[in-house]
């Protein structure tokens, strides 16, 4: 089953600018992961931030996760051609090691 | 090897024929998870295999499908009597050690059409 749910579905920006994207999830978690794909591709993991944290930096890769509203918010700032890709949330909930994922969100960078 | 390797990368067959799809996780990694990704959709869940422990084949969406790892490494995932709708990408992922956060590393996927 998918818990994790982004928003939005599709994004299109232009080169230099941030982009924005949301995941909700429904139940209580350990961690909620961000992962890339490319066209074609498996899935690149890009961050991780678990249930204690509420912000988490990786280079141009912003996370935060909010608790309380079930919610997490990846962004990318000034974004590159090479950005453009799916983006998926994924939410560690149980003790069996299963991830769930959302649905994705696509990013197009524009030149 | 360096990373997560499936084969074949692009299957094509005809509706009732079987067809394996091969798995090789990154060596060291004792749990595998095989996923099947329709177009434009997100990632479900088929099966998990942990160590020696029995598989979780809480995923499988029929009977249809099968999976198994031997000595625990390689894996292959087998569907009988293909449909039309089991066309999709099917994604093999592996991770070391869950107290690392459960950290998922995939392998290119294989495209399936079935015909």
């Known amino acids: 089953s998918q818990q994790g749910e982004e928003d939005p579905q599709a994004l299109s920006i232009q080169e230099g600018e941030n982009a924005t994207m949301n995941c909700s999830y429904k139940?209580?978690?350990?961690?909620l992961q961000w992962y890339r794909q490319n066209s074609g591709r498996g899935l690149v993991h890009l961050i991780l931030i678990r249930s204690n944290e509420r912000e988490k930096h990786s280079g141009r890769l912003r996370v935060t996760l909010d608790t309380s509203k079930k919610s997490s918010s990846l962004l990318i700032t000034a974004s590159r051609a090479a950005d453009t890709a799916s983006y998926f949330c994924a939410t560690d909930a149980s003790r069996d090691y299963k991830l769930s994922f959302g649905a994705g969100t696509t990013v197009t960078v524009r030149a | 090897g360096a990373g997560v390797s499936q084969s074949p990368s692009n299957k094509v067959t005809e509706k009732g024929k079987d067809v394996e799809l091969r798995c090789d996780p990154i060596?060291?990694?004792?749990?595998l998870y095989w996923y099947r990704q329709s177009l434009g959709q997100g990632l479900e869940f088929l099966i998990y295999?942990?160590?020696?422990?029995?598989?979780?084949k809480s995923g499988l969406p029929s009977d249809r499908f099968s999976a198994e790892r031997t000595g625990g490494s390689v894996s292959t995932l087998t569907i009988q009597r293909t449909q039309q709708e089991d066309s999709a990408v099917y994604l093999c992922?592996?991770?070391?050690?869950?107290?690392?956060?459960?950290?998922?590393?995939f392998g290119a996927g294989t495209r399936l059409s079935v015909l």
């Open positions: 992922a592996s991770t070391g050690t869950p107290t690392g956060g459960n950290i998922q590393y």
């Open positions: 060596s060291g990694h004792t749990a």
């Open positions: 295999f942990q160590g020696n422990s029995a598989p979780d």
């Open positions: 139940t209580s978690i350990n961690n």
